[in-house]
């Protein structure tokens, strides 16, 4: 009967202790729930514009040969500035990224768009899905909205659009001020960056170097000297 009774309290004291865990676990679930939706609010939710025609006209300005001499960061990266590089235009959409070498050297990418692709009734018939990996390389992978007048287009008019209005970009913050800036772009905000595109060489001897020409299947890799949001 003794045993007995000891089973029972062992019993009562594991079920006891598994409503404890349960209840902790709702609890954080609630409080990442509720900081997922507070981060969302703040830094992803878009940006509603009226569709009042082009955001940004412009096409960013690439000029060869920046005078720059060579630099080497805190992390160990080294330096060599290709052109001077830049924009007014709409983030179509921003990632960040924490693992691997490339996010300690670009810990933010940006889609941005202009000229046509900076009018919000455009760019909402778009879907643009960034993806990366330490090992894969990271892009942009615009899709179009089914059901939209953009969709019954021919194919080879929106991947002309593309190219000629939208392009990639990583970005390496100069400091701490513009990290943040970066970090926080909400997708629909117009920013002008101001910097230079670089060829990179990290600790590791990887060699990351930026494309100099846009309108192609290429990205911009960017040290960013200044970033202003609207």
Not at 67 to 83: E, H, M, T, V
Not at 188 to 201: I, N, R
Not at 218 to 227: L, S
Request: hydrophobic share 45%; aromatic share 10%; proline share 6%.
């Amino acid at each position: 009967m003794a045993a007995h009774g000891i089973r029972q309290e062992t019993c009562g004291a594991a079920q006891r202790t598994g409503k404890i865990v349960v209840r902790y676990l709702l609890w954080i679930l609630f409080a990442a729930g509720i900081f997922g939706a507070i981060q969302w609010q703040l830094h992803d939710r878009p940006i509603p514009h009226a569709a009042r025609g082009m955001l940004a006209e412009r096409t960013p300005d690439i000029a060869l040969g920046a005078s720059r001499p060579p630099w080497q960061d805190s992390n160990g990266f080294r330096y060599r500035a290709l052109a001077d590089f830049q924009f007014k235009a709409v983030v179509l959409s921003r990632n960040n990224y924490r693992m691997g070498e490339f996010a300690d050297l670009s810990p933010t990418d940006l889609a941005i768009g202009w000229g046509a692709m900076s009018d919000p009734a455009i760019y909402r018939q778009f879907k643009f899905d960034q993806r990366g990996s330490p090992l894969a390389g990271r892009f942009v992978f615009p899709e179009v909205v089914p059901g939209t007048a953009i969709a019954t287009r021919p194919f080879a008019e929106n991947v002309a659009l593309l190219l000629e209005t939208l392009t990639h970009v990583h970005t390496i913050p100069a400091n701490a001020d513009v990290r943040r800036g970066l970090a926080g772009i909400r997708p629909g905000q117009v920013a002008t960056l101001k910097g230079v595109l670089v060829e990179a060489t990290g600790p590791s001897g990887d060699l990351y170097r930026s494309s100099l020409a846009l309108h192609d299947y290429d990205c911009e890799i960017m040290w960013v000297d200044e970033v202003a949001l609207e």
